[in-house]
């Protein structure tokens, strides 16, 4: 089991959880924040600081909010659009830096926010 960032954060990306994990296992897509499922070291730093409540332990993720589980493991094992291969695990998403691509789904989603 691992945390999970679900919608509320698409087009927000406000990174205070990137800020708190210990581990440096919350990447930067695009459009979105995901949290690598093997990286992951279930602390649960990230959840309290998230503004917009995005941020889930996997089990307690909303119904609606369950298809996250399946994107941010994607981010990661799926080539992205235009990308030339997965991410896979890099070991840290500060040495990688923003990947600008996000999962079919998250890319398809109309813009959030104000």
């Known amino acids: 089991m691992t945390y999970v960032?679900?919608?509320?954060?698409?087009d927000i990306k406000d990174r205070?959880?990137?800020?708190?994990?210990?581990?440096d296992c919350i990447y930067e897509g695009a459009r979105m924040?995901?949290?690598h499922p093997d990286e992951c070291v279930d602390c649960g730093a990230c959840e309290p600081v998230c503004p917009v409540?995005?941020?889930?332990?996997?089990d307690d993720l909303p119904e609606p909010l369950r298809p996250y589980i399946d994107?941010?493991?994607?981010?990661?094992?799926?080539?992205?659009?235009?990308?030339?291969?997965?991410?896979?695990?890099p070991g840290g998403a500060?040495?990688?830096?923003?990947?600008?691509?996000?999962?079919?789904?998250?890319a398809a989603l109309p813009p959030q926010g104000d």
């Open 5 to 10: 960032i679900g919608q509320p954060c698409v």
């Open 16 to 23: 205070a959880c990137v800020d708190e994990c210990p581990v």
């Open 33 to 35: 924040l995901y949290i």
């Open 53 to 58: 409540e995005a941020i889930y332990y996997e």
């Open 71 to 89: 994107e941010n493991v994607k981010f990661f094992t799926d080539t992205l659009p235009g990308q030339t291969d997965p991410l896979g695990s």
């Open 94 to 106: 500060a040495k990688l830096g923003v990947v600008d691509a996000d999962t079919p789904m998250v």
